[in-house]
């Protein structure tokens, strides 16, 4: 009895040790690490940015912002806490001590004569032929006997005033801190109990088990349903044009799922009127090509319509429900365009590479749809080789401003940007009309742009040269630089309304057979995840070549600093195909800006197999050597898929010109570097 009183007393005091034990340190790391923070503005600051409400933190966005799930639960298991401490506080259950003297109600040094009077009073109140209480049962047998018996029999006393109880040395109990009815199995307790069991041990885990494998049958780990990877994977052909890469894009099963209400008739026929000119039709057979539009699934449509709608800046004419549903298609956009680049670049089986031709047109609808920029804007028009699609994604600018522009002989936004910043302003203010304010907007988003450098090699460990069946491992750095100083930013991107982060591709592909050899997504937020990246892969590199224990840390320590200063390191492997010379080129193409994208042109030798032995599992490869001035080496480039070009200028996608001028008109090719150089200068 009294050791279930004190076990269910110690209950509560368990419970919030057990609570206090994970949920104190968690919480300190949690405040540490939002203190630590730097309270830097990582986003664009011009006034379009900040009159489009992305960026500002009203009271509600910031409880918005904070009511996470984990913040939640951390707030509710501190109240939980909160509520044991006054509870133990304010308990008003004392566990009772065994002292003789109290329980029969007599002062200390009292006679024998006084104590026979207590028991025979205590007795008639308490003994069990008097009181058929079981309570009263217990208490006489457990305290009134054994105190009357400590403080009469001479063995009961010696024990007593030895060990504190009548009974002698006690050995040690264990006991486990639970409440009293959950100790008492009898009856309804015992089916609580047992309840519990099942629930916590059984159900619970159950539950859970059906959920997640409910939802893991239907979407990917970046939460995108595999109906849609499969619709992905049928429609992408090598030879997808850029310019029809949105159709494959718009099949996605989350866009079908979009309900389409009688309601929304009227406005997407006045949408369908404004986006008409974007939509690829025949202008020659207009009303059978409208007439075919509109016979396809009407979410389809519906989807089609809502991301031109992004595309050309349509989006205040929606209506209320169709803004929801816009909403929606933006919201799942990112992941979808990044599914749709690896269903580009995934080797097939048959050829062992990716394509280049198709992951271009994603990453060029990803930048158009970041910036709300019609695809037809990369068109060449007006004097620009590249399209005025770079001009578009600046504050303020129109085409009409971009054709003002180019009456001052700015043939090309790289030629825009080369600009000094007095003959900018002049140019904005003077012929495009822009205010100062207007001025400075223009600068703060060039200032934000990344501009981006590739240093790329090749080597091999242990051997010279490239053979047949080599494994070759690609080491690049690829480093970014911005006018503000800042390595991790987010775009500018005001008509964009959901947080997105900056991605870059690197594709190490050949362009003359639209095959991308080596891919990789790069991400420049995350410093401390691309430290330890670039640690551990100089480790295991340096210590496959033998190096000393002192090289290895010098080694780290350099890729360290590298990375601290705005550089990011991808390495790859892959075999190394038939004899030959192989033109490649690596490009670096960013999914969120116009106008970015970087790459450079490497030259690799394959030789025949002639050392002895097998090197098909050796991880070697060498001879790929970046080439100066390749463009006046090798006049085979300027055909196929050799430039790195947006193909929007022509819609039939068996196309593929010999225009060298493309989205990247501003690309630098590094100095000749050795293959067996460890690192090269840019």
């Known amino acids: 009895m009294v050791a279930s009183e004190e076990n269910s007393a110690l209950f509560p005091i368990f419970v919030l040790t057990v609570m206090a034990l994970p949920l104190v340190p968690y919480t300190v790391f949690k405040l540490f690490h939002a203190f630590s923070k730097e309270k830097k503005n990582i986003h664009c600051q011009c006034s379009v940015c900040l009159s489009s409400g992305k960026y500002h933190q009203s009271i509600f966005k910031r409880i918005s912002n904070f009511s996470t799930g984990s913040n939640l639960t951390l707030v509710l298991l501190w109240i939980v806490m909160?509520?044991?401490?006054?509870?133990?506080?304010?308990?008003?259950?004392?566990?009772?001590?065994?002292?003789?003297?109290?329980?029969?109600?007599?002062?200390?040094?009292?006679?024998?004569?006084?104590?026979?009077?207590?028991?025979?009073?205590?007795?008639?109140?308490?003994?069990?032929?008097?009181?058929?209480?079981?309570?009263?049962?217990?208490?006489?047998?457990?305290?009134?006997?054994?105190?009357?018996?400590?403080?009469?029999?001479?063995?009961?006393?010696?024990?007593?005033?030895?060990?504190?109880?009548?009974?002698?040395?006690?050995?040690?109990?264990?006991?486990?801190?639970?409440?009293?009815?959950?100790?008492?199995?009898?009856?309804?307790?015992?089916?609580?109990?047992?309840?519990?069991?099942?629930?916590?041990?059984?159900?619970?885990?159950?539950?859970?088990?059906?959920?997640?494998?409910?939802?893991?049958?239907?979407?990917?780990?970046?939460?995108?349903?595999?109906?849609?990877?499969?619709?992905?994977?049928?429609?992408?052909?090598?030879?997808?044009?850029?310019?029809?890469?949105?159709?494959?894009?718009?099949?996605?099963?989350?866009?079908?799922?979009?309900?389409?209400?009688?309601?929304?008739?009227?406005?997407?026929?006045?949408?369908?009127?404004?986006?008409?000119?974007?939509?690829?039709?025949?202008?020659?057979?207009?009303?059978?090509?409208?007439?075919?539009?509109?016979?396809?699934?009407?979410?389809?449509?519906?989807?089609?319509?809502?991301?031109?709608?992004?595309?050309?800046?349509?989006?205040?004419?929606?209506?209320?429900?169709?803004?929801?549903?816009?909403?929606?298609?933006?919201?799942?956009?990112?992941?979808?365009?990044?599914?749709?680049?690896?269903?580009?670049?995934?080797?097939?089986?048959?050829?062992?590479?990716?394509?280049?031709?198709?992951?271009?047109?994603?990453?060029?609808?990803?930048?158009?749809?970041?910036?709300?920029?019609?695809l037809s804007a990369r068109k060449t028009a007006g004097g620009f080789s590249e399209g005025f699609a770079p001009f578009l994604q600046l504050p303020h600018f129109s085409e009409a401003i971009v054709k003002k522009i180019t009456r001052k002989k700015v043939r090309s936004f790289q030629e825009f940007q080369d600009l000094t910043l007095q003959e900018r302003a002049e140019l904005l203010t003077q012929v495009a009309g822009f205010s100062a304010a207007d001025s400075q907007d223009v600068e703060m988003v060039l200032e934000m742009m990344p501009s981006i450098t590739i240093d790329i090699k090749c080597e091999t460990e242990g051997e010279e040269g490239i053979q047949e069946g080599d494994i070759v491992t690609m080491h690049a750095w690829i480093t970014l630089k911005r006018g503000n100083g800042l390595v991790s930013a987010l775009p500018h991107a005001p008509y964009f309304p959901f947080h997105k982060e900056e991605n870059f591709w690197l594709l190490l592909a050949d362009s003359v057979s639209n095959d991308v050899w080596l891919s990789q997504r790069v991400s420049f937020m995350d410093e401390g995840a691309a430290i330890t990246a670039a640690t551990k892969a100089i480790q295991v590199s340096k210590e496959g070549l033998g190096s000393s224990l002192k090289e290895i840390n010098a080694a780290v320590k350099e890729a360290v600093e590298k990375v601290r200063n705005g550089s990011r390191l991808v390495m790859g492997k892959f075999q190394a195909p038939a004899e030959g010379n192989y033109n490649l080129t690596s490009y670096c193409l960013c999914d969120s800006w116009i106008g970015c994208d970087k790459k450079t042109t490497l030259k690799v030798k394959v030789l025949k197999q002639s050392r002895a032995g097998t090197r098909a599992g050796d991880l070697a490869g060498e001879g790929l050597t970046v080439e100066d001035k390749i463009e006046d080496e090798e006049d085979e480039e300027e055909e196929g898929f050799d430039d790195y070009e947006s193909e929007y200028s022509e819609d039939d996608e068996d196309d593929r010109g010999t225009n060298t001028n493309g989205v990247v008109g501003n690309v630098s090719v590094h100095e000749e570097h050795s293959g067996s150089s460890s690192d090269g200068e840019e």
Not at 232 to 250: C, D, Q
Request: hydrophobic share 40%.
């Open 82 to 374: 909160m509520v044991l401490v006054y509870y133990i506080k304010h308990i008003n259950h004392e566990i009772q001590v065994f002292e003789p003297f109290s329980i029969l109600g007599l002062e200390p040094r009292a006679s024998d004569s006084d104590i026979k009077k207590a028991y025979r009073r205590l007795s008639i109140q308490y003994h069990p032929d008097k009181n058929p209480d079981p309570e009263a049962h217990n208490y006489f047998v457990e305290y009134i006997s054994k105190a009357y018996q400590a403080l009469t029999d001479p063995v009961s006393r010696e024990n007593f005033e030895k060990y504190g109880h009548p009974d002698g040395r006690k050995g040690i109990e264990m006991s486990v801190a639970l409440p009293l009815f959950l100790l008492n199995i009898d009856g309804a307790s015992g089916g609580i109990l047992l309840l519990g069991i099942v629930g916590v041990c059984i159900l619970l885990p159950l539950v859970m088990a059906v959920i997640y494998l409910s939802r893991s049958s239907k979407y990917t780990g970046n939460y995108v349903r595999h109906q849609t990877m499969s619709a992905y994977y049928y429609f992408m052909k090598p030879s997808l044009a850029p310019s029809k890469v949105m159709e494959v894009f718009t099949t996605a099963a989350e866009y079908m799922d979009i309900p389409v209400r009688r309601s929304d008739d009227e406005p997407l026929q006045r949408l369908f009127l404004s986006v008409r000119s974007e939509l690829n039709l025949d202008h020659k057979n207009i009303r059978q090509e409208q007439a075919k539009f509109w016979k396809q699934h009407p979410a389809l449509v519906k989807t089609v319509l809502l991301v031109q709608a992004q595309l050309n800046r349509e989006s205040a004419a929606l209506s209320p429900a169709l803004l929801g549903d816009f909403r929606r298609v933006l919201e799942c956009s990112p992941r979808l365009l990044e599914e749709l680049m690896k269903m580009a670049i995934l080797p097939r089986p048959s050829q062992r590479y990716g394509w280049l031709r198709p992951a271009i047109g994603v990453v060029e609808l990803s930048q158009n749809f970041t910036q709300a920029v019609p």
